[in-house]
């Protein structure tokens, strides 16, 4: 029997907390006037960043067995 990688027990809250770093820096940018508030709503509601394995996309990504983040467009 496999064991569980300490990681996905803790998937959740890593993806709640980098999309809160992600709300934190678009208000910082608008606030800077780098970027217009439209543009801001357009990245809060329609890319995310989700936690992935590298492992799962072994085809697609390294043969790593690394975490990492991505920034993705739920919309395409």
Known sequence: MGTIDGMLLEIESFTKNANIAKSIVLSRLLEDKIITDEQRTEYLDN??????????????????????????????
């Open 47 to 76: 890319w995310q960043i989700i936690v992935i394995k590298k492992s799962w996309f072994k085809k697609l990504l390294s043969k790593d067995n690394d975490w990492e983040y991505r920034f993705v467009n739920i919309n395409t």
